[in-house]
C-alpha cells in the first residue's frame, strides 16, 4: 500500500511532468495520456484487493486506449502530405478590435510548398494604410470608390499584388474607380462589420464609398463563434432589437464559452480533442442568424454612413462537383438583394473546381478566377461603360 504523502507527490510529479510535456513535446498529448494511463494502473494494480482500485484500474484502460487513439491520429496525420506556407517574420499584426491585421509599409514574401511541389512564391505589398496595394486612380476625381471585405480569398492569398481581385476589378474600370483590399487572412463579417462601425475604414480611405463587395464563404459562420485560430477576431452578440452589439475579442470577452477560449485553443494540439471540438462546434440555427444579422447591420451601416452606396455579397457557393454549395448560407440569395453566386459566374466551377484553385492541397483561388469575377463585377456591378 503506497502511503499518502507518497501518493501526493506522484500525482504532483504527473502534473509537474504534464504541464513540461505540453510546453515543450510535439504531441503532448500521446505522452500526458500514456503517464496518466500508466501511473493510474500501476495504482489500480497495487490496490486491487480494494474496490477503488479495481475501479482505477479500469480507468486506468480506458485512459491508455485514449492514447492509442491519440498516437492512432497523430500518425495517421503525419501520413498526409502537409501544405507549409512561410511568410515574412512580423507580417502578421495583433490589433484591438479586428484581431489582426497585415503590418504597414511593409512587403511581406510568402511561400507554400505541398511536399517538394512549390505551389507559390509571391509577395504581398501593404501601403501605409495597412491594407494589400491596389492600382492608382487616374487622374481627376474617381468615378466611384469600392471596399472589398472578407477573408484571404479577397486578400488574394497566393496570389501577386496585380492578381489580386481587387487589383484586376480597379484595373478592369481603367482607373476610373478607387479599389480597396480590407481583406486579410481568417477575417469575415465581424471584421466587416468591426472596420465599418469602429471608424477603421474612414481612417484608411480618402474617397466616398460608392460600393461595397464582401466575398462570403462558409467558414465565416465559424468565425463568428470562434474555435482554434477563429478565436482571435471581434465578437458579437445579437442585441434585444435584432441587431448586434460588439463584445470584445472572442477569446477574451465573456462569457465565449471555455472551449470557444484559450481553452479550446490549448485543446486543439490533440488531434482527437481537435475533432471532437470540430463535432461540437459545427455551426448551428443561433450561428446563421447570428451571421444574417451581422452581415445585415453591415448593409444597414453602409447605407447610413455612405448614403447612395450598394452593397453586394459574393457568395463562394461551391468547392467540387460533389459539393452542394454552402447550404444554409444560400438562403441570402433569396433573402437580400445584391447576392452573387460564384457558381453563376465561373463557367463549370461545380464540375472542374480545379481550374479555379491555387492547387488541389489549396482551396484559395487563383488569379484566373479572380481574372473572371473581376469583369463580372466591372459590367455587372460597377458598369464600366457608364
Do not use: F, K, M
Given at each position: 500500500m503506497l502511503g499518502p504523502l507518497y501518493q501526493m507527490a506522484s500525482f504532483l510529479a504527473l502534473l509537474a511532468g504534464s504541464a513540461i510535456a505540453f510546453k515543450y513535446l510535439p504531441a503532448p498529448f500521446i505522452w500526458i495520456l500514456l503517464a496518466w494511463g500508466s501511473a493510474l494502473c500501476a495504482w489500480g494494480v497495487l490496490n486491487r484487493r480494494a474496490t477503488r482500485g479495481v475501479v482505477v484500474f479500469n480507468l486506468a484502460c480506458v485512459v491508455?486506449?485514449?492514447?492509442?487513439?491519440?498516437?492512432?491520429?497523430?500518425?495517421?496525420?503525419?501520413?498526409?502530405?502537409p501544405v507549409r506556407?512561410?511568410?515574412?517574420?512580423?507580417?502578421?499584426?495583433?490589433?484591438?478590435?479586428?484581431?489582426?491585421?497585415?503590418?504597414?509599409?511593409?512587403?511581406?514574401?510568402?511561400?507554400?510548398?505541398?511536399?517538394?511541389?512549390?505551389?507559390?512564391?509571391v509577395e504581398y505589398t501593404i501601403g501605409d494604410n495597412g491594407l494589400r496595394t491596389s492600382p492608382p486612380v487616374s487622374a481627376g476625381e474617381a468615378d466611384g470608390c469600392v471596399l472589398f471585405f472578407g477573408g484571404s480569398f479577397v486578400y488574394g492569398v497566393g496570389v501577386g499584388d496585380t492578381e489580386a481581385l481587387p487589383y484586376q476589378v480597379g484595373v478592369e474600370m481603367a482607373g476610373r474607380y478607387a479599389t480597396h483590399n480590407f481583406g486579410f487572412h481568417g477575417h469575415g463579417p465581424g471584421q466587416m462589420l468591426a472596420a465599418l462601425e469602429r471608424g477603421f475604414v474612414d481612417q484608411v480611405i480618402d474617397c466616398k464609398p460608392t460600393h461595397v463587395i464582401y466575398l462570403a464563404i462558409r467558414d465565416h459562420v465559424q468565425r463568428l463563434v470562434g474555435g482554434g485560430w477563429r478565436s482571435f477576431g471581434p465578437k458579437y452578440v445579437i442585441d434585444g432589437n435584432g441587431g448586434v452589439e460588439y463584445a470584445?475579442?472572442?477569446?477574451?470577452?465573456?462569457?465565449?464559452?471555455?472551449?470557444?477560449?484559450?481553452g479550446g485553443y490549448r485543446l486543439r494540439r490533440s488531434k482527437m480533442a481537435s475533432r471532437v471540438l470540430d463535432m461540437l462546434q459545427t455551426p448551428g440555427e443561433r450561428d446563421l442568424n447570428l451571421f444574417a444579422a451581422v452581415v445585415r447591420q453591415a448593409v444597414q451601416t453602409v447605407e447610413t454612413s455612405y448614403p447612395g452606396s450598394q452593397f453586394h455579397m459574393l457568395l463562394w457557393d461551391a468547392w467540387g462537383p460533389e459539393d452542394s454549395g454552402v447550404g444554409e448560407l444560400e438562403q441570402f440569395s433569396g433573402m437580400m438583394d445584391g447576392v452573387h453566386l460564384a457558381s453563376e459566374i465561373l463557367p463549370q466551377f461545380r464540375s472542374r473546381p480545379l481550374s479555379y484553385r491555387i492547387h488541389e492541397a489549396d482551396p484559395h483561388p487563383n488569379a484566373a478566377a479572380f481574372e473572371v469575377l473581376a469583369v463580372y463585377i466591372a459590367t455587372e456591378i460597377l458598369d464600366r461603360r457608364n
Open positions: 491508455l486506449v485514449l492514447a492509442g487513439v491519440e498516437i492512432w491520429l497523430t500518425v495517421a496525420a503525419g501520413n498526409q502530405i506556407t512561410v511568410n515574412s517574420p512580423d507580417y502578421i499584426q495583433r490589433h484591438s478590435y479586428l484581431g489582426t491585421r497585415p503590418r504597414p509599409s511593409s512587403v511581406n514574401r510568402a511561400t507554400s510548398t505541398y511536399g517538394d511541389q512549390l505551389l507559390y512564391d470584445g475579442v472572442i477569446r477574451d470577452a465573456a462569457p465565449t464559452g471555455w472551449l470557444t477560449g484559450a
